[in-house]
């Protein structure tokens, strides 16, 4: 809703492959600047999509949009810029779709290489660059004429790939906006929601008790769909934020259901049939939350968002039953939840993947809902009016209580935003990545095997762990010295991570030792990747050891359902031992 105030320069794709970045450019929409590929096997790395022969899996979004509903597969975006050297404000990439679990953004450089930038549900705070409810990526200025990017992303909810090029002046002044509008939104969707609670506390009336709630789990929505949650409030580990937007669903559907239910007099029995649809989509919610919480979160999404985009209908049918039958203040009903309802089915079909996503498909529940207030709030005075005017006066005395309570909430929300904001900013302080090889240190490596583990054991993934320990290190200390055989450890670093996915993780374990984490891995596609990690190790030269060949020895272990407890590492760790004590250069698996 925010992009509607908007008067800044925004410069709407072309039909050019190529997109122009000059002085005049504020922002730029690259919906149709962008070619994805779908990775149907989740395997592809940013090697493979290097190689021509993925060119023509690269389609333009004119052919098939930027919304993809709910896949399991990745996808690959390919977007040229051409940037002026005159230019000399920072640019921006921004992923305008808060619920993406991986987003990695490749940044080429003069040697053919990538500066990877990574961001996503699943990494946390203090990894990204940019602490924001997006996914915000620096681009640096280049003098090096047009330049080919790529970005990975992966979604266990719906995927969406939003994309806009911000210059730095334009990305502060749109973020301000964007925080003053849904400020307002959320502040006005809280005092509604705390003088709703108020009222039924002086009067009794069970409607603003049901009305209170489906405020909270609306607020509570839109909070999930928005990246304020994720961002702010989420207490668990990050494995479980794609849940959170199927869990929101299905409570703002059960709340929306309790409340008009409620409103239209359907519980009481006078619409038999509008009660056993109020049921159904209640059971659908309810079956959605389930799945959500103890299996499948992608599954759950789905069954979640059918009830979200069935609760329009059935609404929409009990208030035309209830007009009908001439209860006169369910035609402020009508009107109100017929303008958000729509709103509602309109972001359901966005999430299935129906709709592309633009500013109408994705702020239309916020567009909706505004509407809805005014016109809902008049109902629900006009409902009250007929059955409570003798309380007149102790709903004026509630709404100056209000208004006492609004200055110490405003305080409140001031003090407790400048505490997130401290923490955030030592959270980012942390340090997570090792030195010399930029690589995820002992500790981080540890910690992200616990997260990526207990990932695989409730979707039922494999997982795979890899300890790679070069050869005769000692010896190339000896007689190159220690800053000869830090060019080693750097350079093997490299190799590692130019032959992982986005999804695994590389950490440098301590000294000459590595491990790689590999995501959704058997052991038999973990060998593959150790043996062309151990050829491409072989084959290469430096020139601080006299181009004397290096190898490096390998061992595996894969993760037993059956036996969570067990230590993949110390598992990996003694197939390595076997590994070095036959010889060297060579890999094992671990075998109890």
Request: glycine content about 8%.
């Given at each position: 809703m925010f992009l509607l105030f908007s008067t800044q320069n925004i410069l709407l794709a072309n039909t050019s492959d190529v997109v122009i970045v000059d002085r005049d450019m504020t922002k730029i929409n690259l919906y149709k600047h962008i070619e994805i590929l779908e990775d149907k096997t989740n395997k592809l790395t940013i090697q493979d999509i290097k190689n021509k022969k993925y060119d023509e899996g690269f389609k333009s979004t004119s052919l098939v949009g930027n919304s993809f509903g709910f896949s399991k597969s990745a996808f690959w975006v390919r977007f040229s810029l051409k940037i002026d050297e005159g230019i000399l404000d920072a640019l921006y990439l921004e992923l305008e779709y808060p619920l993406m679990d991986y987003a990695s953004l490749y940044i080429p450089k003069e040697n053919g290489e990538f500066i990877v930038k990574n961001s996503g549900e699943f990494i946390p705070y203090s990894q990204k660059e940019i602490n924001y409810r997006n996914h915000l990526f620096s681009i640096p200025n280049s003098s090096q004429g047009t330049q080919t990017y790529y970005m990975y992303v992966k979604s266990g909810a719906s995927t969406q790939i939003p994309l806009n090029l911000y210059k730095s002046g334009t990305l502060i002044e749109q973020i301000d906006k964007e925080n003053f509008i849904l400020g307002g939104y959320y502040g006005n969707m809280i005092l509604i929601m705390i003088?709703?609670?108020?009222?039924?506390?002086?009067?009794?009336?069970?409607?603003?008790?049901?009305?209170?709630?489906?405020?909270?789990?609306?607020?509570?929505?839109?909070?999930?769909?928005?990246?304020f949650f994720s961002q702010y409030f989420t207490p668990f580990p990050l494995e479980y934020s794609n849940k959170v937007i199927a869990?929101?669903?299905?409570?703002?559907?059960?709340?929306?259901?309790?409340?008009?239910?409620?409103?239209?007099?359907?519980?009481?029995?006078?619409?038999?049939?509008?009660k056993l649809l109020f049921y159904i989509v209640s059971a659908a919610a309810?079956?959605?939350?389930?799945?959500?919480?103890?299996?499948?979160?992608?599954l759950g999404s789905q069954v979640s968002a059918v009830s979200g985009m069935i609760l329009p209908l059935v609404i929409l049918f009990g208030a035309i039953s209830s007009v009908r039958s001439g209860y006169k203040p369910a035609k402020y009903f009508l009107a109100a939840w017929g303008i958000?309802?729509?709103?509602?089915?309109?972001?359901?079909?966005?999430?299935?993947?129906?709709?592309?996503?633009?500013?109408?498909?994705?702020?239309?529940?916020?567009?909706?809902?505004?509407?809805?207030?005014?016109?809902?709030?008049?109902?629900?005075?006009?409902?009250?009016?007929?059955?409570?005017?003798?309380?007149?006066?102790?709903?004026?005395?509630?709404?100056?209580?209000?208004?006492?309570?609004?200055?110490?909430?405003?305080s409140l929300v001031l003090e407790r935003t400048k505490e997130l904001n401290h923490k955030n900013e030592l959270l980012s302080q942390l340090?997570?990545?090792?030195?010399?090889?930029?690589?995820?240190?002992?500790?981080?490596?540890?910690?992200?095997?616990?997260?990526?583990?207990?990932?695989?054991?409730?979707?039922?993934?494999?997982?795979?762990?890899?300890?790679?320990?070069?050869?005769?290190?000692?010896?190339?200390?000896?007689?190159?010295?220690?800053?000869?055989?830090?060019?080693?450890?750097?350079?093997?670093?490299?190799?590692?991570?130019?032959?992982?996915?986005?999804?695994?993780?590389?950490?440098?374990?301590?000294?000459?030792?590595?491990i790689v984490i590999l995501h959704n891995t058997n052991e038999i596609d973990a060998k593959e990747l150790a043996e062309r990690l151990r050829k491409n190790i072989e084959s290469t030269k430096i020139t601080a050891i006299e181009n004397q060949s290096i190898s490096a020895s390998f061992g595996i272990s894969v993760l037993n359902p059956l036996e969570p407890d067990l230590d993949i590492i110390l598992q990996a760790d003694k197939a390595l031992y076997q590994a070095k004590s036959s010889g060297r250069n060579n890999i094992k698996n671990y075998s109890a």
């Open positions: 003088a709703t609670l108020l009222a039924f506390y002086k009067i009794r009336d069970k409607l603003f008790l049901t009305y209170g709630i489906y405020l909270l789990t609306y607020i509570f929505f839109q909070l999930s769909i928005n990246g869990i929101s669903v299905s409570f703002v559907v059960l709340g929306a259901i309790l409340f008009a239910g409620n409103y239209l007099q359907v519980w009481n029995g006078k619409y038999p049939k509008t309810f079956t959605g939350l389930i799945i959500t919480l103890v299996s499948d979160s992608s958000f309802l729509f709103g509602i089915f309109i972001l359901g079909l966005l999430f299935l993947g129906f709709l592309p996503y633009i500013f109408v498909t994705a702020y239309a529940m916020q567009i909706g809902s505004t509407l809805e207030l005014l016109l809902l709030s008049y109902a629900l005075i006009y409902r009250i009016n007929l059955v409570y005017q003798e309380k007149e006066e102790a709903k004026q005395k509630a709404t100056e209580y209000l208004n006492q309570m609004n200055e110490g909430l405003e340090a997570i990545r090792d030195s010399m090889t930029n690589m995820l240190n002992h500790n981080a490596s540890i910690e992200a095997l616990s997260s990526m583990k207990s990932t695989a054991l409730r979707n039922g993934y494999n997982l795979a762990v890899i300890m790679i320990d070069i050869d005769f290190f000692k010896s190339i200390n000896d007689k190159y010295g220690h800053p000869a055989g830090d060019q080693v450890i750097i350079k093997i670093a490299e190799i590692i991570n130019k032959n992982i996915r986005p999804s695994d993780t590389a950490g440098r374990y301590g000294g000459e030792e590595f």
